[in-house]
């Protein structure tokens, strides 16, 4: 009975160091590289300003050459360097 208790204590000690070491390992940033031949740039140019009544909105659309997205799990909402 007292080997069997060591060992469930060495399992969860394991299994404790294992997600400790695997949590730093998850929440990394993760870089994507951008498919240029299936994307493009969209950018929403509003109306502002004294003259904004007598404007309107545009959106205006570019193809994207090159470039890449790095995603970060530990501020999602941050934007990146």
């Given at each position: 009975m007292?080997?069997?208790?060591?060992?469930?204590?060495?399992?969860r000690?394991?299994c404790?160091?294992l997600?400790?070491?695997?949590?730093?390992?998850?929440?990394?940033?993760?870089?994507?590289?951008?498919?240029?031949?299936?994307?493009?740039?969209?950018?929403?140019?509003?109306?502002?300003?004294?003259?904004?009544?007598?404007?309107?909105?545009?959106?205006?659309?570019?193809?994207?050459?090159?470039?890449e997205?790095?995603?970060?799990?530990?501020?999602?909402?941050?934007?990146?360097p």
């Amino acid at each position: 009975m007292r080997a069997d208790y060591n060992l469930s204590m060495i399992a969860r000690i394991a299994c404790l160091l294992l997600l400790l070491w695997l949590r730093p390992a998850a929440a990394a940033s993760r870089t994507f590289a951008i498919d240029s031949s299936a994307s493009n740039v969209r950018a929403h140019i509003g109306k502002t300003g004294i003259g904004s009544f007598a404007g309107h909105e545009h959106e205006v659309v570019a193809p994207m050459m090159q470039g890449e997205v790095v995603a970060d799990s530990t501020s999602p909402s941050m934007p990146g360097p």
